[in-house]
């Protein structure tokens, strides 16, 4: 074929003259040379296209098929991990719920019977144990002392009344004879104020000179008739001013016997003064022995042991065995203080005693299945308390309460591992019990624990 045959070109067959005398501008002759040119085949190239293709399809699909090979791997590890920690979760679970932390709570109520008592009972400070026969326990009696002493402030007032004083010089110019004066002799000024003598003198005679009668003098101490200010006046000297005599007005003495002062009168006065009233001892004996009781009542608290029972019927009440004041009604005093001793009597006995005396009178009486339990509520009645002999007696009522014998280890050894309806029949055979209450945790379990430990039994 032609197409198939190779043919040979010369290079002036190739390019133009023209372009050839672009490559000759030296006017070098280009020689020729036969070029071999070759055809491509189209079908070989398209099969080798092909081929190249599949080549490329296979390699692609083969990765693939290794990653999604990949994929599956990872998925299945996955899984199988999951599956791992579930299998060991629920190991756990088991072993936390069902062993581990597993408990049972049982509450269980027993059959009782009231046990009714009423009888008298001595307590007695004399004797040191319980006699049964005779209903007698021992008692303690406790004698607390308190004296107290405190000031108070008096709320009363009074007046403070107080009367001029002063010294005036009485003058006898009237005989040479002494003339005697008696004590509260009055003495009035011009303006009719009076003063009297504080004790009884004797005014000494006049005497004479030259046919004269010389006056005599003597001081004398005076106090004003009545109290305050309005007494308290100025000197009253010669010639404007002397005392007379009232009780020689009329007669001719009158005017021979006067007194005179150099200095004022001093010392009245109108003024308020704080008294104690009866309300303020009264007010203040109150408190006192409030005190004494209150100091009495702290001894009873913190010295009488706590084991020991104080009724208050055995309680003397306070005893008041001196109370004294400072003070009495009336006098002036703004502050006055007050004490006073007081004593209480107390018989105090351990009720466990009384108790102990109760169930051994009951004891005979109960069933030998019973057991007593729970402390009883005792009512204390008809008391009569000698506190010099240091005795109480009293009616004692009570409901003693007698529970049906139950052993915590044998129950809890029966109920050990047993499910619930087990647990119903064992409980509904015991003849001793009234009602349970089983309580399992965590709730899902389903049966009581095997270990003792970890069951907690509670008897009613």
Known sequence: MENSQKKKRKVKDIFSPHELNNYSSDQTQIETEEIPIRFIDKAKVERKIEDTKSEENITVTASALKEKWTNKKKVLDKKFKILLGVFFALVAFYYLGFVLLA????????????????????????????????????????????????????????????????IITIYNNYSTSPQILVAITRFETPDNKIFRLDSRIVVPGASTKNGELIPSTIDVKVTADEAGPDYNIDACNLPDCKFTIPGFEGTSKFEGFYGVSTKEMTGGSFGAVPLVASEDLKNAEDIILQTVMDSIEQDLQNKIPKELKVLSEAKSGIKITNVDSDASVGDSREKFTVSAEGEVNIIAFNENDIIEYIQAMLDEDKDENYEFCQKPELEYLEFKTDFNEGTLKMLVKTNQIACHKLSLDEIKQTIAGKSREELDKI????????????????????????SLKKINLFID
């Open 427 to 450: 409980f509904e055979s015991n003849l001793g019990i009234k009602e349970v209450e089983v309580k399992l945790w965590p709730l899902w379990i389903m049966k009581v624990p095997n």
């Open 103 to 166: 408990k049972a709570e049982v509450n269980i109520t027993t059959k009782k019977m009231e046990m009714p008592f009423s009888g008298t009972i001595l307590v007695d400070r004399n004797v040191f144990a319980t006699n049964f026969s005779q209903a007698v326990i021992s008692g303690n009696l406790f004698v607390f002392k308190a004296d107290e002493t405190q000031e108070f402030s008096s709320t009363g007032q009074g007046k403070d009344e107080r009367k001029a004083k002063g």
